[in-house]
């Protein structure tokens, strides 16, 4: 049973790197699945950040795609994300996710860890 | 950039149907997924591919697919189906993910 636990910091300045850790237990982070990152601001939507593959490769929401780096550690089983330049606006609970690599579905999410941008 | 449109709001008596509708130009191409989120949990996905349902999803739930609008349908509501639900797709590309933007459905 494929499980998914975010870390990092629950709150970051404005101007600074949002810096967040998802673990994978249960599973390979090697498989034939995509990993993700999804966002979700208080009281709002889900917003989709992006994704990667435990090759490296990635694909970003157009939207942040200069702020955003996400990358893979396959000794550690874990993949993270960094969002630079954050504002307020980037207040929001972070969700990883995985994306299944038959159905395309984000099948497994983690709880969720919020992160307040503030001084 | 690409959207996926829902209704904000549903409202359905116990034992009644609930359809939520998604509109989004790339949908003909692209399939729709929905998931479930309660107040303070994590997204859990009830229906891929359109219409195909998870293993421990119950029957009630169902997906349609038809031109460029999505429905999930909600058979004989139950107290525990208040939630959120959100549609999700991908662009015309197919390398960019999208939700919509969620629609509340309250049980009478």
């Known amino acids: 049973q494929v499980q998914l636990q975010e870390s990092g910091p629950g709150l970051v300045k404005p101007s600074g790197t949002l810096s967040l850790t998802c673990a994978v237990s249960?599973?390979?982070?090697?498989?034939?699945?995509?990993w993700s990152w999804v966002r979700q601001p208080p009281g709002k939507g889900l917003e989709w950040i992006g994704e990667i593959y435990h090759s490296g490769s990635t694909n970003y929401n157009p939207s942040l795609k200069s702020r955003v780096t996400i990358s893979v550690d396959k000794s550690k089983n874990q993949f993270s994300l960094k969002l630079s330049s954050v504002t307020a606006a980037d207040t929001a609970v972070y969700y990883c996710a995985r994306i299944e690599g038959e159905t395309d579905a984000f099948d497994i999410w983690g709880q969720g860890t919020m992160v307040t941008v503030s001084s | 950039s690409y959207e996926l449109t829902q209704p904000p709001s549903v409202s359905v008596s116990p034992g009644q149907t609930a359809r939520i509708t998604c509109s989004g130009d790339?949908?003909?191409?692209?399939?729709a997924y929905w998931y479930q989120q309660k107040p303070g949990q994590a997204p859990v996905l009830v229906i891929y591919k359109d219409s195909e349902r998870p293993s421990g999803i119950p029957e009630r739930f169902s997906g349609s697919s038809s031109g460029t609008t999505v429905t999930l349908t909600i058979s004989g509501v139950q107290a525990e189906d208040e939630a959120d639900y959100y549609c999700?797709?991908?662009?015309?590309?197919?390398?960019?993910?999208?939700f919509g933007t969620g629609t509340k459905v309250t049980v009478l």
């Open positions: 790339a949908l003909p191409k692209q399939y």
């Open positions: 249960g599973g390979s982070i090697s498989s034939s699945n995509w």
């Open positions: 999700q797709s991908a662009d015309s590309s197919g390398t960019h993910y999208v």
